[in-house]
């Protein structure tokens, strides 16, 4: 009975093995990389960030930057500008967001980050060109730039140096009366126009990277029937189906429904919400999330919420 029992184990195994795309294959070797680089063995790390991003060269930045952080640790420098340039070739993400790795800002030489900038526009360009749309790069750009318009607003003045705010008070000196309930409604409109033209845009260009923002954007009304989820569940989907994005896409907005609903998640995903001890690891495995440990859920459920 026991020896049916492994053999049935091992049987299971196989199938679910034989059912990952290339998308669960990449996030398992950036996962293996990852913690390998908790325990700093670079070099093994190295091997999974290399297997990870010829697996999926194209979905993000991500890997690129850890592998060239480690040759830049290495003092290998033209190596760690080669990742990175290679980087801005396949996935058409710009120095900026190469730049949030602090470590590769402060140890890669600046002659390195000056030849990058140089390059970058070309770069895109070639990028565009063999694996994406310039018209809908272009055209995302613009989504996102909408999208950020109301939500930035709020955080300008943070930017004014104690001279600028003088004349500014000066020039506007009703500003601070402004009701901040404008602003809300101006950013619900532009959300609202934002989000009917990316069903127009998916139409037109398929699934691209950047629609994730934009949709998060819209949780408030996630599982409502309604044109926006009508048009992405089944679209998104498919492309889950296909391999082309993760299998945990939705695990935050689901997350976000279930503690509005109940007050609690179930993945973990979300920044509010305890989750269940017993079934978040089941839950997450079928998704291909790696586990949390017992030291992440207790962290979890007792943060305090308002």
Not at 302 to 306: E, G, I, L, P, T
């Given at each position: 009975?026991?020896?049916?029992?492994?053999l049935?184990m091992?049987l299971?195994?196989?199938?679910?093995?034989?059912?990952?795309?290339?998308?669960?294959?990449?996030?398992?070797?950036?996962r293996?990389?990852?913690?390998?680089?908790i325990v700093?063995?670079?070099?093994?790390?190295?091997?999974?960030?290399?297997?990870?991003?010829?697996?999926?060269?194209?979905?993000?930045?991500f890997?690129y930057?850890?592998?060239?952080?480690?040759?830049?640790?290495e003092?290998?420098?033209?190596?760690?500008?080669?990742?990175?340039?290679?980087?801005?070739?396949?996935?058409?993400h710009?120095v900026?967001?190469?730049?949030n790795?602090?470590?590769?800002?402060?140890?890669?030489?600046?002659?390195?980050w000056?030849?990058?900038?140089?390059?970058?526009?070309?770069?895109?360009?070639?990028?565009?060109?063999?694996?994406?749309n310039?018209?809908a790069?272009?055209?995302?750009?613009?989504l996102?730039?909408?999208?950020?318009?109301?939500?930035?607003?709020p955080?300008?003045q943070?930017?004014?140096?104690?001279?600028?705010m003088?004349?500014?008070?000066?020039?506007?000196?009703?500003?601070?009366k402004?009701n901040?309930?404008e602003?809300?409604?101006?950013?619900?409109?532009?959300?609202?126009?934002?989000?009917?033209?990316?069903i127009?845009?998916?139409?037109?260009y398929?699934?691209?990277?950047?629609?994730?923002?934009?949709?998060?954007?819209?949780?408030?009304?996630?599982g409502?029937?309604?044109?926006?989820?009508?048009f992405?569940?089944?679209?998104?989907?498919?492309?889950?189906k296909?391999g082309?994005?993760?299998?945990?896409?939705?695990?935050?907005?689901?997350?976000?429904?279930?503690?509005?609903?109940?007050?609690?998640?179930?993945?973990?995903?979300?920044?509010?919400?305890?989750?269940d001890?017993?079934?978040?690891?089941?839950?997450?495995?079928?998704?291909?999330?790696?586990?949390?440990?017992?030291?992440?859920?207790?962290?979890?459920n007792?943060?305090?919420?308002?």
């Open positions: 009975m026991k020896r049916l029992l492994v049935c091992m299971i195994s196989t199938i679910c093995i034989g059912q990952l795309t290339d998308y669960d294959k990449y996030e398992i070797e950036q293996k990389a990852d913690s390998l680089l700093s063995k670079n070099k093994e790390a190295a091997i999974h960030l290399k297997n990870a991003i010829k697996l999926k060269p194209h979905v993000t930045s890997p930057k850890l592998l060239a952080e480690i040759y830049v640790k003092k290998k420098y033209y190596k760690s500008y080669f990742v990175l340039k290679k980087s801005i070739l396949n996935t058409g710009g900026d967001i190469l730049k790795n602090k470590n590769l800002v402060k140890l890669l030489p600046i002659s390195y000056d030849k990058l900038e140089k390059e970058e526009y070309s770069l895109k360009i070639k990028y565009f060109t063999k694996h994406g310039l018209n790069y272009f055209e995302m750009e613009l996102q730039e909408r999208d950020q318009v109301f939500r930035y607003l955080y300008i943070e930017e004014f140096s104690a001279e600028e003088q004349k500014f008070k000066q020039l506007y000196p009703q500003f601070d402004i901040e309930k602003i809300d409604k101006g950013m619900i409109l532009q959300d609202f126009r934002n989000i009917s033209d990316l127009e845009y998916a139409k037109k398929g699934y691209q990277k950047g629609m994730y923002l934009l949709l998060w954007h819209q949780r408030g009304n996630y409502e029937n309604n044109f926006i989820w009508e992405f569940k089944p679209f998104l989907n498919e492309e889950i296909k082309n994005i993760t299998r945990s896409f939705w695990c935050a907005f689901d997350d976000f429904l279930s503690y509005k609903n109940t007050g609690e998640q179930i993945y973990g995903e979300y920044e509010f919400g305890k989750v001890k017993t079934t978040v690891n089941i839950r997450r495995k079928e998704v291909n999330l790696p586990p949390l440990t017992d030291e992440q859920i207790d962290a979890i007792s943060r305090v919420y308002n």
